[in-house]
């Protein structure tokens, strides 16, 4: 996983705005309401690691009635029903297909403390994504990649 810049920071970055207000997105007329943030310990964010977007954008589309924004550099924004949120992307370098969640917490470095403790390995340290919070990625026990994001 790129260390510098997950596609989580690109995301926030391209959107602008602020979280949990109306973000204008490429591909978007009126711009898309932003979903306020889950409490503490709750899922926010899902991200579906495809080796073919194309491919699983329709599939989700079809299946559940999904709609996507083409956030660019091939990051998919999904607009679900309800929370959490979710995107579909590409494998990084080194990154198997899968998913990747992501927990809402209240204090990342602290959580990131913990997580170690509990035999966790740090994979992602504490990143900032301006205007919007942290986030880190951790490989928890049982070998299950794992993220977490604080809001700002």
Partial sequence: MNKSLTFLTLFYSLIGGEYGGVAARKGTKEGTRMPKQQPAGAFSHVELISKDTAKSVKFYAKVFGWKFDDMGQGYMFVNPPALPTGAVREPQPGESPGSLSYIQVKDVAKTLKE????????????????????????????EVPQAIFESA
């Fill in 115 to 142: 997580a170690e403790a509990a035999g966790a390995q740090t994979i992602v340290p504490k990143t900032e994504i301006p205007n919007f919070g942290h986030y880190a990625v951790f490989i928890a026990p049982g």
